[in-house]
């Protein structure tokens, strides 16, 4: 019989794979100079992630093309540094955006309950990085776990033709506030 540790560790690269966006989606890169560039979306050509393929394990990163083609590739790109870009439905449908500091206080306390006993801290960036999110813990879950726990927050994954993430509920002093989370990017850091 398994372990624990195997089945929660299969659990969890079984809810990474779930995220993956289909080659060809086109995304934003959070970071890029020129934040309104796209890319699309590939399967990581990196010798690492091909080696991987090569003994059975599914590619676990991105490579990004530029959709004109005119530059390079950026290979071995984490599925959390990218956001899709929403369909033009989507984009005009009407909705309640949350801030990033709510969209950090739920990643926190849903870490925290996934994960007990790991601390981790959740910060939200200031300036131009206000929409990103860093995350850092020490011991317990890898990258992979924590980042299939944060990715939902960056875009909806299960329904096809749908980018944008879904709806989230955080409790602030006793009252419950429901809207899409404004994040572009989440940054995992483990110590």
Not at 33 to 51: E, I, K, L, N, T
Not at 76 to 104: C, G, N, Q, Y
Not at 158 to 172: D, E, F, K, L, S
């Amino acid at each position: 019989m398994p372990s624990t540790s195997t089945l929660t560790a299969s659990r969890f690269l079984a809810a990474y794979l779930a995220l993956r966006l289909p080659s060809g989606t086109w995304v934003r890169r959070a970071g890029d100079a020129a934040s309104s560039r796209m890319w699309a979306v590939q399967d990581c050509g990196c010798p690492d992630c091909v080696h991987a393929a090569a003994l059975g394990a599914p590619a676990s990163h991105y490579e990004l093309r530029a959709l004109g083609g005119a530059s390079a590739a950026l290979t071995h790109v984490s599925h959390t540094a990218v956001v899709p870009v929403p369909d033009p439905d989507e984009i005009f449908e009407r909705r309640t955006m949350l801030t990033p500091k709510a969209a950090a206080t739920h990643l926190r306390r849903l870490l925290r309950y996934t994960f007990p006993g790991v601390r981790f801290s959740v910060r939200r960036g200031r300036g131009t990085d206000r929409y990103r999110l860093m995350v850092r813990w020490s011991g317990g879950p890898g990258r992979d776990e924590v980042g299939a726990a944060a990715a939902p927050l960056l875009a909806d994954y299960a329904t096809p033709g749908r980018r944008r993430p879904r709806p989230i509920a955080v409790q602030h002093f006793g009252h419950t506030h429901i809207g899409t989370p404004m994040v572009d990017e989440v940054r995992l850091e483990r110590r």
